[in-house]
Nanobody
């Protein structure tokens, strides 16, 4: 059973920083990509940042220069360092992974349960 366990959300003042972590576990053979999406109330879920195994990254325009995604391949963990947080950043942040398990044998998408990020003074 694949699990994506997120941590690191919380309340921060505008201009502050948070670091999100997501660890994947459960019979994983390989991971093609890991990333973060976010969903604010009344809005669609959107890509925040993604990193593939080879290390290339993709960011939403709204977070470029402020957020940094990184990955520990040995630990199947992805991180999102969020700096200079703004009032438009609050949302539930979801970890996402495209991975292959021994049981399934093919790549599939998995989601974490989400972690709340709140920006407020």
């Amino acid at each position: 059973q694949v699990q994506l366990v997120e941590s690191g959300g919380g309340l921060v003042q505008p201009g502050g920083a948070l670091r999100l972590s997501c660890a994947a576990s459960g019979g994983i053979c390989s991971i093609a990509a890991m990333g973060w999406y976010r969903q604010a109330p009344g809005k669609q879920r959107e890509l925040v940042a993604e990193i593939i195994t080879a290390g290339s990254t993709d960011y939403a325009d709204s977070v470029k220069g402020r957020f940094t995604i990184s990955r520990d391949n040995a630990e199947n963990t992805v991180y999102l360092q969020m700096n200079s947080l703004k009032h438009e950043d609050p949302a539930v942040y979801f970890c996402h992974a495209e991975l292959r398990t021994r049981a399934l044998g093919s790549y599939a998408a998995y989601w974490g349960q989400g972690t709340q990020v709140t920006v407020s003074s």
